[in-house]
């Protein structure tokens, strides 16, 4: 009885040990196996969400928590900075909301200033995910109070528009015209050429793979918010540059609210949120007492609740900037006794007599505040490209489109506003380092030369 009872507990032994040691080869192999990948920034899902002021604005909560977390037992707690654990804000635009996610085991920032992969990982020089990976994009569609959700295969995008290009970047912003059309940016890497060879008397075409010493040419895309198709023309026939100025443009108009740069309504407010664009988010700093509750409290009940979920949740304004509901929001997020633009200055380019306001409370900058500010940087650049992109039958620049043109005080050398009448006067007044646009610079250093 006893020889039969070791035997027994031998076997059980025996048992645990192998299952045990299973397990444990089975869990290494798994780390290992999630560990090839070298970029990776988690898929966020809607997990709440709440329209304000009749789709004014629109608070999501996000959730990554699953993939999240397999990426921070990876790294032991401690996630290496090839894994993109940042906030959820996506990019957003007036109607469209856009998360950008993926999980690749080669590095696509071949071409970044600043590389995110580990100096180790390979380059990505392919545009059929390998088992495992993924890249999306999933677009939403806020268009009459609802979410309307499309996932696009950054991918298949690539291929479908060329077999042979690879992705490399998608944008972190949203570009849209004045034809009501949506787009997001996409830089592809574009292959060399194809030669023709003679090999042994044979006539052969040959095209160069991609490695890692490769210099191939980078090519910008439009993807286009409602099909997921790449072109670089849109559908209004314009090009990639004309749709980025073009959206520049058409947002200084629609939203000068948002553009008040270096003032409390960008930026941080009180370190109790962030706001970006038509972004505002809570911060981590954020801390609330029964006797200190904020007015969003019992304004939005829902909504406050979200927002205290820091990164998670984040609030998009949509449609066109409607200025007195954003401030009153925004009054939501201060004390009811206080107003958020109390001892506010109110720059004198967004006033309405172009002259600086020091308000106190949401009355006076309503009073003083207009729809539009007075510079217009996108405007000149438009003007500009206008100018350098319709050439004559026989190649020349059409130099009666120079009469008349005012040079704003920002792009003239000496600070001052002016207007010319010729190329010559053109060359004189203009402070070429003052436009933002690399491709129109170049454009017009190419006409002028001695203006580099």
Same mark, same amino acid.
């Given at each position: 009885?006893?020889?039969?009872?070791k035997?027994?507990?031998?076997?059980?032994?025996?048992?645990?040990?192998?299952?045990g040691?299973?397990?444990?080869?089975?869990?290494?192999?798994?780390?290992?196996?999630?560990?090839?990948?070298?970029?990776w920034?988690?898929r966020?899902?809607i997990?709440?969400?709440?329209?304000?002021?009749?789709?004014?604005?629109?608070v999501?909560e996000?959730d990554?928590?699953?993939?999240?977390?397999?990426?921070?037992?990876?790294?032991?707690?401690?996630p290496?900075?090839a894994?993109?654990?940042?906030?959820?804000?996506?990019?957003?635009g007036e109607?469209?909301?856009?998360?950008?996610?993926y999980?690749?085991?080669a590095?696509?920032?071949?071409?970044?200033?600043?590389?995110?992969?580990?100096d180790?990982?390979?380059y990505?020089?392919?545009n059929?995910?390998?088992?495992?990976?993924?890249?999306?994009?999933?677009?939403?569609?806020?268009?009459?109070?609802?979410?309307?959700p499309?996932?696009?295969?950054?991918?298949?995008?690539v291929?479908?528009?060329?077999?042979?290009y690879?992705?490399?970047d998608?944008?972190?912003?949203i570009?849209?015209?004045?034809?009501?059309?949506?787009?997001?940016?996409i830089?592809?890497l574009?292959?060399?050429?194809?030669?023709?060879?003679i090999?042994?008397?044979?006539?052969?075409?040959?095209? *160069? @793979?991609?490695?890692?010493? +490769?210099?191939?040419?980078? %090519?910008?895309?439009?993807?286009? !918010?409602?099909?997921? =198709?790449?072109?670089?023309?849109?559908?209004?026939?314009k090009?990639? *540059? @004309?749709?980025?100025?073009? +959206?520049?443009?058409?947002? %200084?108009?629609?939203?000068?609210? !948002?553009?008040?740069? =270096?003032?409390?309504?960008?930026?941080?407010?009180?370190?109790?949120y962030?706001?970006?664009?038509l972004?505002?988010?809570?911060?981590?700093?954020?801390r609330?007492?029964?006797?200190?509750?904020?007015s969003l409290?019992?304004?939005?009940?829902?909504?406050?609740?979200?927002?205290?979920?820091?990164?998670?949740s984040?609030?998009?304004f949509?449609?066109?900037?409607?200025?007195?509901?954003?401030?009153?929001?925004?009054?939501?997020?201060?004390?009811p006794?206080?107003?958020?633009?109390?001892?506010?200055t109110?720059?004198?380019?967004?006033?309405?007599?172009?002259?600086?306001?020091l308000?106190?409370?949401?009355?006076?900058f309503?009073?003083?505040?207009?729809?539009?500010?007075q510079?217009?940087?996108?405007?000149f650049?438009?003007?500009?490209?206008?100018?350098?992109?319709?050439?004559t039958?026989?190649?020349?620049?059409?130099?009666?489109?120079?009469?008349?043109?005012t040079?704003p005080?920002e792009?003239?050398k000496?600070?001052?506003?002016?207007?010319?009448q010729?190329?010559?006067q053109f060359?004189e007044?203009l402070?070429?380092?003052?436009?933002?646009?690399?491709?129109?610079?170049?454009?017009?250093i190419?006409?002028?030369?001695?203006?580099?």
């Amino acid at each position: 009885m006893p020889k039969l009872f070791k035997s027994k507990m031998f076997l059980f032994t025996l048992f645990v040990v192998v299952v045990g040691s299973v397990y444990s080869i089975k869990e290494q192999i798994r780390i290992r196996e999630l560990r090839q990948y070298v970029q990776w920034k988690p898929r966020p899902v809607i997990k709440d969400y709440e329209f304000i002021h009749n789709g004014e604005a629109l608070v999501i909560e996000w959730d990554d928590g699953d993939e999240r977390e397999l990426i921070e037992e990876v790294n032991n707690g401690k996630p290496k900075f090839a894994y993109q654990l940042n906030t959820h804000d996506g990019a957003s635009g007036e109607r469209y909301i856009m998360q950008e996610s993926y999980r690749l085991k080669a590095s696509s920032d071949k071409f970044s200033r600043y590389r995110t992969a580990p100096d180790s990982a390979p380059y990505l020089s392919y545009n059929e995910p390998k088992e495992g990976e993924y890249w999306l994009i999933d677009v939403y569609d806020t268009n009459d109070r609802k979410l309307k959700p499309k996932t696009y295969d950054v991918f298949k995008m690539v291929r479908d528009y060329n077999k042979k290009y690879i992705p490399l970047d998608i944008s972190e912003e949203i570009y849209e015209t004045e034809d009501n059309e949506t787009y997001f940016l996409i830089t592809m890497l574009a292959p060399k050429k194809s030669k023709v060879v003679i090999e042994n008397g044979a006539m052969k075409v040959v095209t *160069e @793979e991609f490695n890692e010493t +490769s210099e191939y040419p980078v %090519e910008e895309g439009l993807i286009d !918010a409602k099909t997921g =198709k790449i072109s670089t023309i849109s559908s209004s026939g314009k090009s990639v *540059e @004309e749709v980025k100025t073009e +959206s520049k443009q058409r947002f %200084e108009n629609r939203h000068p609210f !948002a553009l008040m740069s =270096k003032t409390k309504l960008t930026g941080s407010g009180g370190n109790d949120y962030i706001s970006r664009g038509l972004q505002l988010r809570f911060n981590q700093s954020f801390r609330e007492t029964e006797g200190s509750k904020i007015s969003l409290a019992s304004a939005h009940p829902k909504v406050y609740q979200m927002l205290k979920n820091h990164y998670r949740s984040v609030l998009y304004f949509l449609g066109e900037e409607d200025v007195e509901f954003r401030l009153s929001f925004l009054e939501l997020l201060t004390s009811p006794y206080n107003s958020f633009v109390k001892d506010f200055t109110l720059p004198a380019d967004f006033s309405i007599d172009g002259q600086e306001h020091l308000v106190q409370n949401k009355e006076e900058f309503l009073r003083y505040f207009k729809s539009q500010p007075q510079k217009h940087s996108a405007n000149f650049e438009l003007a500009l490209m206008n100018i350098f992109y319709e050439v004559t039958p026989e190649g020349y620049l059409r130099k009666e489109l120079f009469k008349n043109l005012t040079i704003p005080a920002e792009f003239s050398k000496d600070g001052q506003e002016h207007v010319v009448q010729d190329t010559l006067q053109f060359q004189e007044v203009l402070n070429i380092e003052k436009i933002e646009n690399e491709k129109l610079r170049k454009k017009i250093i190419e006409a002028f030369p001695y203006m580099k």
